[in-house]
């Protein structure tokens, strides 16, 4: 059996952010191992553009390890059991023992129910998703298409409505638009109900504005890939020609069946420490399950959006109250629940919208109307995501701080 000190389970947004900032606050003595089962990293949120030819695939992956701090040792394997108790993961070739875990697994994105092997149903939510998408939307000459919310919840609040709008463009770059519809439907009420009713109408007059049809309140129950036709439990049935389909989210199955998951498959946390049920057991990012202040529908509790925004905000907040353990120095530090987004409208436009997710009796976001500044903002910070430089944290301070100074609201973050 091997032995490790700190061990970090996933190497995506929240992992990669925990083992740089990690590396630099833990002394040298300290063994800092990441395990991970894919050797390359995506950066999801370029997913968007890939779908609409502004990215290759190669434009939006990097390996892994160059944007992983060189002392921090990776272990390409899958972890296939977490043994809170006895402190103890188990991959398919090895077992390691930790003193500190943090779980930064993500969620994954199931084909199931609703099957994806359909030649005019696609998802731009993995990166062969977002490949074949382009290659579907560049054929596609003229018709309907409908893009579905199949399940909550999913990653990133912004993203189905940011899709449709740059499908939209896609079609008015190449004066295509008359003979294309946009529609999105989906459970929801409002646009990013997780954001709070302002920035749902905002969002939603965007889309009224760009002639996308919105349509709340729908739960797919069938789809009839040979009519090509969608049943919701509404009663409302609509056809298609193109399908696109945000898929359903679940719990990684090693989450799901450990001892660390609720009911639901995610991992609850104390929202400020992150800290799971086990003592030196973090969760962080898409995994877990965070209720936050207000509702959607009378039965339907607000959870803590799953996107990289908070996953990079929770690593930081992890990394130093390990440090402050390990250390005897005392740290204040806390997720105070602030998230931001850079929404992108099409046209190279992009709204920056800011906001604090524990503020009650709902989360009060805000959003500056869509400029280019915001849609560079956004290409900046990819650029600087995939650099393998390192996370320094001047720039992404730099960006919120003008974000919020436009919008006039304190920041916390
Ligand atoms: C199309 C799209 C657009 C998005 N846009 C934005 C945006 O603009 N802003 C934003 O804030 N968020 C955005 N997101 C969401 C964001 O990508 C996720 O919320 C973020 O990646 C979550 O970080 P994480 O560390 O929790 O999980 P992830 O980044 O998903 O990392 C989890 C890692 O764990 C690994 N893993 C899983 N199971 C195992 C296992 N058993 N063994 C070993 N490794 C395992 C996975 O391979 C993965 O690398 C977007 C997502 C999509 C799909």
């Not at 609409?52 to 059991?81: A, H, P, W």
């Not at 995501?385 to 992404?396: D, E, H, M, Q, R």
Request: neutral net charge; contains cysteine; aromatic residues 10%.
């Amino acid at each position: 059996m091997n032995k490790s000190t700190v061990v970090i389970l996933g190497g995506g947004i929240g992992g990669i952010v925990t083992a740089n900032k990690l590396a630099k606050l833990l002394p040298l003595h300290y063994e800092i191992t990441l395990i991970e089962k894919n050797e390359f990293h995506y950066f999801a949120a370029s997913f968007l553009w890939q779908m609409v030819n502004k990215r290759k695939q190669n434009q939006v992956t990097s390996s892994l390890r160059k944007l992983i701090d060189g002392r921090v040792k990776i272990l390409f394997e899958e972890v296939k059991q977490i043994d809170a108790e006895n402190k103890l993961i188990t991959t398919e070739k090895n077992q390691l023992h930790f003193e500190y875990l943090v779980i930064a697994l993500g969620a994954t994105v199931d084909q199931s129910p609703f099957s994806q092997n359909h030649r005019d149903v696609h998802n731009y939510y993995t990166v062969e998703g977002a490949e074949n998408l382009r290659n579907a939307l560049q054929k596609f000459r003229g018709g309907k298409i409908s893009l579905i919310v199949s399940s909550l919840p999913y990653k990133c609040p912004g993203a189905p409505y940011e899709g449709a709008m740059l499908i939209k463009d896609f079609y008015i770059q190449r004066q295509l638009e008359k003979n294309v519809s946009v529609d999105i439907y989906t459970p929801e009420n409002l646009p990013l109900p997780v954001a709070g009713p302002e920035l749902g109408n905002s969002v939603k007059e965007i889309l009224d504005a760009k002639g996308i049809g919105f349509y709340p309140l729908q739960q797919t129950t069938s789809i009839n890939y040979n009519e090509k036709k969608i049943a919701f439990a509404s009663g409302l049935s609509v056809d298609y020609d193109l399908l696109v389909l945000i898929p359903q989210h679940k719990a990684p199955e090693v989450i799901s069946k450990s001892a660390l998951a609720d009911e639901s498959g995610w991992v609850p946390v104390d929202k400020g420490t992150l800290e799971t049920k086990y003592k030196n057991v973090f969760a962080l990012g898409d995994v877990t399950s965070i209720t936050i202040p207000g509702r959607w529908a009378p039965d339907k509790p607000l959870k803590l959006p799953k996107a990289g925004v908070f996953a990079h905000a929770q690593a930081l907040v992890v990394s130093e109250i390990i440090a402050s353990r390990i250390s005897g120095i005392e740290t204040n530090a806390s997720f105070c629940g602030d998230g931001f987004c850079m929404l992108e409208a099409g046209e190279d436009l992009a709204g920056f919208a800011y906001g604090d997710f524990f503020a009650s009796p709902h989360p009060d976001v805000k959003m500056k109307n869509a400029g280019i500044k915001w849609h560079l903002g956004k290409v900046l910070f990819e650029k600087w995501w995939l650099s393998p430089i390192g996370f320094t944290k001047s720039f992404y301070k730099m960006m919120i701080e003008a974000g919020a100074k436009t919008l006039g609201i304190p920041i916390k973050l």
